[in-house]
């Protein structure tokens, strides 16, 4: 785990980093970071698309 202060985001605060792939030190990262409520949340919003012609 990060130390109080710490990068949360710094893949170095994990437990076993130094055991870890950098790449799946990374994906956990994300995993953890990510707010997949919120991300679903803003999906089933209603999107307009709007073009503007160049000039």
Do not use: C, H, W
Not at 16 to 23: D, W
């Amino acid at each position: 785990m990060a130390s109080a202060g710490g990068n949360p985001a710094d893949p170095a605060g994990l437990k076993f980093s130094a055991a870890l792939p950098e790449r799946l030190a990374v994906a956990t990262l994300a995993a953890r970071l990510a707010d997949i409520p919120a991300a679903q949340a803003v999906l089933a919003e209603p999107m307009q698309m709007t073009y503007l012609s160049p000039t």
